[in-house]
Nanobody, 126 residues
Framework: QVQLVESGGGLVQAGGSLRLSCVAS????????MGWFRQAPGKEREFVAA????????SYEDSVKGRFTISRDNAKSTVYLQMNSLKPEDTAVYFC???????????????????WGQGTQVTVSS
């Protein structure tokens, strides 16, 4: 059973930074693409960023490009989301997710992710 555990959320002022981490259980973390999604109160969950299984390809939602960076450390079975220049509209619960297929590319399609973490709250004050 795959488990994903996020950490690193919190309260930060606008313009500040946070780094989210997501640790995955299992021995085959490096085989799978990983993604970050977020859900703000009263809104649907949306794509934030994704990284391919090899780490060679990354994709971002337009509003976070240039501010957020996704990375992975396969030796630690961990995917990160570095968030800089945070804005109040970034306030949401952030979820990490693992794609279903091995050697998969990065994807913004929520339905292509098979496993999800419990989420970590990020609150940005103005």
């Amino acid at each position: 059973q795959v488990q994903l555990v996020e950490s690193g959320g919190g309260l930060v002022q606008a313009g500040g930074s946070l780094r989210l981490s997501c640790v995955a259980s299992g021995r085959t973390f490096s085989w799978y693409a990983m993604g970050w999604f977020r859900q703000a109160p009263g809104k649907e969950r949306e794509f934030v960023a994704a990284i391919s299984w090899s780490g060679s390809s990354k994709s971002y939602e337009d509003s976070v490009k240039g501010r957020f960076t996704i990375s992975r450390d396969n030796a630690k079975s961990t995917v990160y989301l570095q968030m800089n220049s945070l804005k109040p509209e970034d306030t949401a619960v952030y979820f990490c997710a693992r794609r279903a297929g091995v050697h998969s590319a990065d994807s913004d399609a929520e339905r292509s992710y098979a496993y999800w973490g419990q989420g970590t709250q990020v609150t940005v004050s103005s």
